[in-house]
């Protein structure tokens, strides 16, 4: 990030689709193919100061990272299965992160999405928010 606040490249990635958010605000899709996980937390938090500021929509950033595993809050170390040689040998990523949760694998072919919304404005709290995605999505997937 520059000392101004502007990131360099913030807004890279597909413009898969603009449209309105639930807290009717604009909201912007994009697909990043493949991205390390720092980079992606670096931007996310970029993004997020951006969207504060008024300078950028909401965002749902769509993206796969290389193998990666993120350790949260809530971590138990014995569900690691690897040790630290073998997770150099096969280029395996491990992030602490701040977040509640365990172990979180992440992958190519692996779609991630991470949601920079307003949960306010939307009439939702953190809880309303996922078990609103998640029926959304089995709603979704049961036309499959």
Do not use: C
Request: aromatic letters at 10%; hydrophobic letters at 35%; charged letters at 20%.
């Amino acid at each position: 990030m520059s000392e101004n606040g502007n990131v360099k490249g913030l807004y890279d990635g597909y413009l898969e689709k603009s449209g309105e958010a639930a807290s009717g605000l604009p909201l912007d899709i994009r697909y990043i193919p493949r991205i390390g996980y720092a980079a992606a937390w670096d931007r996310q938090k970029a993004l997020v100061k951006a969207i504060d500021r008024g300078e950028h929509p909401e965002t749902l950033l769509l993206l796969q990272h290389p193998p990666t595993y993120t350790i949260g809050s809530q971590n138990h170390p014995e569900h690691l299965l690897l040790n630290e040689a073998e997770l150099e040998a096969r280029g395996i990523n491990v992030f602490q992160i701040d977040r509640g949760g365990d172990i979180t694998y992440h992958g190519p072919g692996q779609l991630v999405g991470y949601p920079l919304l307003y949960l306010d404005a939307a009439g939702l709290d953190l809880h309303g928010y996922l078990r609103n995605l998640e029926q959304a999505l089995i709603d979704w997937l049961a036309g499959y």
